[in-house]
Nanobody
């Protein structure tokens, strides 16, 4: 079994920064693709950013230039550096990863950006 645990969420003022972390544990040989999703109240879950094991990244247009996804394969951990945060970034942020042929989700961490 694989567990993904996020940390680093919280309350921040608009224009501020936060760094989210997602640590994977359990029966892991290697983690393939990883990603961050978010879900705001009353909205569908949306993809924020993805990163391959080789470090190739992709971002949604809404966060491009402000957020940076990265990973440390030795630590089975991914990160999301969020800068220039806006109130519309308020959401629960979820970590996602693929191990073998299965994908896994973290429990989510709340990010609240005040105006």
């Amino acid at each position: 079994q694989v567990q993904l645990v996020e940390s680093g969420g919280g309350l921040v003022q608009a224009g501020g920064s936060l760094r989210l972390s997602c640590a994977a544990s359990g029966s892991i040989f290697s983690i393939n693709a990883m990603a961050w999703y978010r879900q705001a109240p009353g909205k569908q879950r949306e993809l924020v950013a993805t990163i391959t094991r080789a470090g190739i990244t992709n971002y949604s247009d809404s966060v491009k230039g402000r957020f940076t996804i990265s990973r440390d394969n030795a630590k089975n951990t991914e990160y999301l550096q969020m800068n220039s945060l806006k109130p519309e970034d308020t959401a629960v942020y979820y970590c996602w990863g693929v191990v073998g042929w299965k994908d896994y989700w973290g429990q989510g961490t709340q990010v609240t950006v005040s105006s």
